[in-house]
Every structure is written in structure tokens, then in C-alpha cells.
């Protein structure tokens, strides 16, 4: 059983962001494929994290795979 303190919900997981190489690592796709993806409604945008810099949340790419995987297991 959880020892949880009355009124205090446990911490929600933390949301982790990618770099853009990490991306195309996990995905397997060339930074201009993703950029062009995007900008079709086909792969997920990044979030502004300030400046010039962009960060992917963790959970969109894997979401994404998860939804491309799913789609090969159907065909």
C-alpha cells in the first residue's frame, strides 16, 4: 500500500525534452524530413524553450512511432 499524505497527490511524471538530434536518432529521419513532415501535419513541432532553441516532448515522438508501428502491425 502507498503511504501518501492526506491532500497530497505524488509528484506527476517530469516531461522530458529531446534535442533535434536525438529525434532523428529515435525516428530514424533526416533533419529536412522532419522539418518538411511538420510543416505537413505528418510529424509532430517542437515547443520554443526561448531564443532560437526548440525542444521535442518525449512523449509527442513517442507517440508518434507508437502511431507508426501500430499502423504497419494493421497493414
Known sequence: MLDIEPNKLPDPPRARLLRLSEVQHRVGLGRSTI????EDGKFPKPHSIGGYSVRWL????????????SLDATS
Open 58 to 69: 518525449e512523449s509527442d515522438i513517442n507517440g508518434w512511432i507508437t502511431s507508426k508501428t
Open 35 to 38: 522539418y518538411r513532415w511538420m
